[in-house]
């Protein structure tokens, strides 16, 4: 093992969160080695007009395949140890949660409680939408305003469905989007990816450096310092950093697993787990897409439209979701054609009308103690972590299937609401846990540590110069798209670190 080198904070993952936690510290004057499991992922994205024309990215980097479910046997978990990390593969839909999705959980129940509110992010959800330049439009009932860069221009005769649902209270409007500008052409996955967008732009600063092809492998908590090794894939050398503070961001699966991987004679069962509370509440979204015929034709959408959660009214308060609203894809035999989707986009150039639309809806899961993510074995001190398989045990309950069947509903009544009758069309896909890929609350944030691994500022309580940041912190799952507001909080939690830190304001 070499010696060990010296950074004032590691950040663990270029993905959205760590790339955000990681600009933050460096322009607020902190030094930072980010280290990542991967390379840069190759795409092409070309965009014309504020339509996407084409969209490819190299897939192969998109894994499901480091896990044994053992809830669900349907369970998929979807990573990308590459730099970047799923944001190469993402849809880029990027919706601020409402104030009351923070507070609804605490109704049910004490552990529900998020220790943050909508105005301790609202500065943040600023900061990081003036990054990710949103393609969208104004805000309505459910959905707070976003800062958007490109307005988009909603045809006719949605704009007056959308006119006419949102007077009856049905909150719909432009889904915000993180598309890119108007015209560009570019070899990179999707327009915003956290690798391109930030990561990138920081090589060369001086107070930056990336490790591509680390693997953290186990953080050692001091009492002052922190150390972290991680296994250099090239050469297969384990190597050492030493740092003020490390912030963890690697996605909800592998954060709560690297801590697990982290076991000291302080923390026997992995860094921060005294409550035993590290990899358990693990959530996903449910999510169903389903097609629906509409009594008359409609222009087709070249940008999706969004109805926002139903307000507060059901005996459960975190029974939520929300739908997403897509032109009619057609396949073909054809897997390019298919990937690319050439024919449905350049319908909607051409304003072409049809009496079909395709939905998603995206809806909550209230988080359960014992749908977790666990170690399957004690790791050696050379394993590659991205290697190691981790048991998944994830389930959806009965109340699922009552959820997505009013949230139909819910998208019936909408248009209906807005002039349009509308018929979602069965047979309907049941739920598989995972295919969201919005995973979350594997390593909580609570103010009381019998409830939460982390504070309100996404410190470990037992020790805090250890800070997680991404998705893995939400206490519970509201039914929007996370990772616009895990940013937020990445960044919240870096600019929180970067103070405690006494870093100079950067000039
Ligand atoms: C098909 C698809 C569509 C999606 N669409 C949306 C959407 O429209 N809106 C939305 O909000 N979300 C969407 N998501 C989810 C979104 O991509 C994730 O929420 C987001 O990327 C999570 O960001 P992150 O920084 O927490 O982690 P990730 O993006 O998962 O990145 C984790 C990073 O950590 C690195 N890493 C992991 N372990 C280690 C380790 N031990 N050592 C070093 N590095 C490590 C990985 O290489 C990776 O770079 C989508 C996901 C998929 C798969």
């Given at each position: 093992?070499?010696?060990?080198?010296y950074?004032?904070?590691?950040?663990?993952?270029?993905g959205?969160?760590?790339?955000?936690?990681?600009?933050?510290?460096?322009?607020?004057?902190v030094?930072?080695?980010?280290?990542?499991?991967?390379?840069?992922?190759r795409?092409?994205?070309?965009?014309?007009?504020?339509?996407?024309?084409?969209?490819?990215?190299?897939?192969?980097?998109?894994?499901?395949d480091?896990?044994?479910?053992?809830?669900?046997?349907?369970?998929?978990?979807?990573?990308?140890?590459?730099?970047?990390?799923l944001?190469?593969?993402?849809s880029a839909a990027v919706?601020?949660?409402?104030?009351?999705?923070?507070?609804?959980?605490?109704?049910?129940?004490?552990?529900?409680r998020?220790?943050i509110?909508?105005?301790d992010?609202?500065p943040?959800y600023d900061?990081?939408?003036?990054?990710?330049?949103?393609s969208g439009?104004?805000?309505?009932r459910?959905?707070?305003?976003s800062?958007?860069?490109?307005?988009?221009?909603?045809?006719?005769?949605w704009?007056?469905?959308?006119r006419?649902?949102?007077?009856r209270n049905y909150?719909?409007?432009?889904?915000?989007?993180a598309?890119?500008?108007?015209w560009?052409?570019?070899?990179?996955?999707?327009?915003?990816?956290s690798?391109?967008?930030?990561?990138?732009p920081?090589?060369g600063h001086?107070?930056?450096?990336?490790l591509r092809n680390a693997?953290?492998?186990?953080?050692?908590?001091g009492?002052?310092?922190a150390?972290l090794?991680?296994?250099?894939?090239?050469?297969?050398e384990?190597?050492?950093?030493?740092?003020?503070?490390?912030?963890?961001?690697?996605?909800?699966?592998?954060?709560?697993?690297?801590?697990?991987r982290?076991t000291?004679?302080?923390?026997?069962?992995g860094l921060g787990?005294?409550?035993?509370?590290?990899?358990?509440?693990?959530?996903d979204?449910?999510?169903q897409?389903?097609?629906?015929t509409l009594?008359r034709?409609?222009?087709?959408?070249?940008?999706?439209?969004?109805?926002?959660?139903a307000?507060?009214c059901?005996?459960?308060p975190?029974a939520?979701?929300?739908?997403?609203l897509?032109s009619?894809?057609?396949?073909?035999?054809n897997?390019?054609?298919?990937r690319?989707?050439?024919?449905?986009?350049?319908?909607?150039?051409?304003?072409r009308?049809?009496d079909?639309?395709?939905?998603?809806?995206?809806?909550t899961?209230?988080?359960?103690?014992?749908?977790?993510v666990?170690?399957?074995?004690?790791?050696?001190?050379?394993?590659?972590p991205?290697?190691d398989t981790?048991?998944?045990?994830?389930?959806f309950?009965?109340?699922?299937?009552k959820?997505?069947?009013?949230?139909?509903?819910?998208?019936a009544?909408?248009?209906?609401?807005?002039?349009?009758?509308?018929?979602?069309?069965?047979?309907?896909?049941?739920?598989r846990?995972?295919l969201?890929?919005?995973?979350?609350?594997?390593?909580?944030?609570?103010?009381?540590?019998?409830?939460?691994?982390?504070?309100?500022?996404?410190?470990?309580h037992?020790?805090?110069n250890?800070?997680?940041?991404?998705?893995?912190?939400?206490?519970?799952?509201p039914?929007k798209?996370?990772?616009?507001?895990?940013?937020?909080i990445?960044?919240?939690?870096a600019s929180k670190?970067?103070?405690d830190?006494?870093?100079?304001?950067?000039?």
């Amino acid at each position: 093992m070499l010696a060990a080198e010296y950074s004032d904070v590691i950040v663990v993952g270029s993905g959205p969160c760590g790339a955000i936690a990681a600009r933050t510290l460096v322009h607020l004057g902190v030094q930072v080695t980010m280290m990542d499991a991967g390379n840069p992922v190759r795409g092409l994205v070309m965009r014309a007009g504020g339509h996407t024309i084409v969209q490819w990215r190299d897939g192969a980097t998109l894994r499901n395949d480091r896990h044994v479910a053992t809830g669900d046997p349907n369970t998929s978990w979807y990573s990308s140890p590459a730099s970047g990390g799923l944001s190469n593969h993402w849809s880029a839909a990027v919706l601020r949660m409402s104030p009351e999705e923070f507070i609804n959980g605490e109704a049910l129940d004490e552990r529900f409680r998020w220790p943050i509110t909508y105005d301790d992010l609202a500065p943040y959800y600023d900061l990081v939408e003036e990054t990710l330049a949103p393609s969208g439009g104004p805000p309505s009932r459910g959905l707070p305003a976003s800062k958007i860069t490109h307005p988009v221009v909603v045809p006719n005769d949605w704009s007056e469905t959308i006119r006419c649902a949102s007077d009856r209270n049905y909150g719909m409007g432009v889904l915000p989007m993180a598309l890119g500008k108007r015209w560009m052409a570019a070899s990179r996955p999707p327009a915003f990816n956290s690798y391109h967008s930030v990561v990138r732009p920081m090589l060369g600063h001086p107070r930056f450096t990336l490790l591509r092809n680390a693997v953290a492998v186990r953080i050692d908590h001091g009492s002052g310092d922190a150390s972290l090794e991680y296994l250099d894939r090239a050469t297969g050398e384990l190597r050492v950093l030493r740092s003020r503070a490390i912030v963890v961001a690697a996605g909800a699966l592998d954060s709560a697993a690297l801590l697990l991987r982290s076991t000291s004679p302080d923390f026997p069962t992995g860094l921060g787990n005294s409550g035993g509370l590290v990899g358990k509440y693990l959530h996903d979204h449910p999510r169903q897409w389903f097609n629906a015929t509409l009594a008359r034709p409609m222009t087709l959408l070249s940008h999706p439209l969004y109805i926002a959660p139903a307000q507060r009214c059901d005996s459960n308060p975190m029974a939520a979701s929300i739908l997403t609203l897509h032109s009619p894809r057609r396949l073909s035999g054809n897997a390019l054609l298919n990937r690319l989707d050439i024919r449905t986009k350049a319908e909607a150039l051409i304003a072409r009308r049809s009496d079909t639309l395709s939905v998603q809806t995206f809806a909550t899961m209230i988080p359960q103690e014992e749908c977790c993510v666990r170690l399957m074995k004690e790791p050696g001190p050379r394993d590659d972590p991205m290697n190691d398989t981790l048991e998944i045990n994830l389930h959806f309950d009965q109340s699922t299937p009552k959820v997505l069947a009013k949230a139909r509903d819910r998208f019936a009544d909408a248009l209906d609401a807005g002039g349009v009758r509308a018929m979602p069309i069965g047979p309907f896909e049941e739920p598989r846990p995972g295919l969201s890929a919005h995973y979350g609350g594997t390593v909580r944030m609570h103010d009381d540590p019998s409830f939460g691994v982390l504070d309100r500022w996404n410190r470990v309580h037992d020790a805090p110069n250890v800070i997680v940041c991404d998705s893995s912190c939400f206490t519970t799952g509201p039914a929007k798209h996370p990772t616009l507001t895990a940013m937020a909080i990445a960044a919240r939690a870096a600019s929180k670190l970067a103070r405690d830190l006494g870093a100079a304001t950067q000039a």
